[in-house]
């Protein structure tokens, strides 16, 4: 068997919803990472090649909820339910990242990001 072609990470941290930084699955239900499962199963890209992870907090919080693909490193922001299909059609099929999901490099793991929460 091949190694996998990409693993497909979806943040299902939850906190309390008086939390300052939020998360970015609130309910805890992982709604967008079944979704993924679900879409990559119709699609019949075996997940052997394709992999969706459910995982906990990537540290992009203020961006959530928050999804990264490796090894194309790949950053999403804000996915919804309504990505799902963008993403896996454009990008696990085709090979080519939606670019208006995709959070900008000045976004990851800089104290200056524009969306960090004001303390
Ligand atoms: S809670 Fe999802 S990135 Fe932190
Ligand atoms: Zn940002």
Redesign the pocket.
Known sequence: MGKFERHIFI?G?QRQLDNPRG??DPSGNGELYKAFKQKLTERQIPGTRVRANKSG?????EH?P?VVVYPDAVWYGRVTLADVDKIIDSHMVGGTPVAELVLPDACINTPSCEHKRRK
């Open positions: 943040c941290n998360s970015c907090c990537l540290e992009q919080c959530g928050t």
